[in-house]
């Protein structure tokens, strides 16, 4: 097993979070491969592609929930791992995630894969955040097995001094009531690390707990509720997608007529590079949402890259 003094030599990254860990952690030539979805830092699209996707990512949401329920009921892997391709890849390590089957490739994929493997096999780490504390701690955990134990410590300490920053300048700000829509069609609510994540940014979480899964929701709780904001972040969508999205919504419910709507505060974000990936840029999420929630007190520095304001067409 890798050591702090021993760092690991060849790392395959499953996780477009676990990906950017390992780069935090000074840690980029040691990758041999990544999953299909891993785009962060620039240059990681040039390692060896190790999973796909059993579905059409470019499907609206609607299909895709569709597919994946489908897929969960036969009790079949959203995700494929080639093993072929990780055989070659050789790694002594692979990253991977044991906290959703649906949104990556998980530990049980991985232990799969490597069935059939004769001899020594690689050694599998996975993580499982559901919490703010428990994506920090797992720097530490992906940094020990790494060989990287003090740069763990210090991409901790970094984090948390930015997240301690913000949670600072939002103190005795006016608290938005805040639904953070992880899918559109059907509804899904933000839980897991994002109510607190929104709790720091000056806001009052609506539709999901901390440290439990997202919960999915009716239009009429939505209606009722008719939050102050209303902030769009699904799970693989960039900005264009997931504003294309809002506007199906909008045409199919009587989305135009929430308080957030007519108040110019619903706001559609880049969901795919920010909230539901568990690594460093979790931090950049908190200040996205900071910038939304508390416009007086920080400068929108992300908008039009990150997030943009959703008008009704």
């Known amino acids: 097993m890798p050591t702090s003094d021993a760092p690991a030599r060849r790392i395959a990254s499953l996780l477009p979070s676990l990906t950017e860990t390992a780069c935090a952690l000074g840690l980029r030539d040691a990758l041999v491969g990544r999953s299909h979805e891993c785009d962060f830092p620039a240059g990681v699209e040039t390692l060896p592609v190790l999973t796909e996707p059993k579905l059409d990512p470019e499907a609206g949401s609607r299909a895709i ?43 049980s994929d991985v232990e799969a894969a490597l069935a059939e493997w004769t001899g020594a096999k690689p050694q599998v780490v996975s993580v499982e955040p559901k919490t703010v504390t428990d994506v920090l701690s797992s720097f530490a955990q992906i940094a020990a097995t790494l060989g990287a134990r003090e740069a763990g410590f210090a991409l901790q300490a970094r984090c948390l001094e930015r997240m301690e920053a913000v949670g600072a300048r939002t103190h005795g700000a006016r608290r938005p009531r805040v639904v953070c829509l992880e899918w559109l069609d059907p509804l899904m609510g933000a839980g897991n690390w994002m109510p607190e994540l929104v709790a720091m940014a000056g806001g009052e979480p609506l539709f999901g707990e901390a440290g439990v899964h997202s919960p999915w929701m009716e239009w009429e709780s939505l209606r009722e509720a008719d939050p102050d904001v ?84």
């Open 65 to 107: 929930d569709s597919r994946v329920r489908e897929l969960v009921e036969r009790g079949v892997s959203v995700y494929r791992v080639d093993a072929e391709a990780l055989r070659e890849a050789a790694p002594d390590v692979i990253l991977t995630q044991s906290h959703c089957e649906v949104c990556a490739a998980s530990l």
């Open 230 to 313: 209303v902030v769009a972040l699904p799970c693989g969508f960039d900005l264009a997608r997931t504003q294309q999205e809002l506007d199906d919504l909008a045409a199919a419910t009587g989305f135009i007529e929430l308080r957030a709507v007519r108040e110019g505060r619903v706001y559609f974000t880049d969901g795919n590079q920010y909230f539901n990936r568990p690594g460093p840029r979790i931090v950049d999420s908190l200040e996205i949402l900071a910038e939304m929630l508390q416009p007086d007190r920080f400068p929108a520095r992300h908008r039009d890259s990150a997030w943009k304001v959703w008008r009704p067409a």
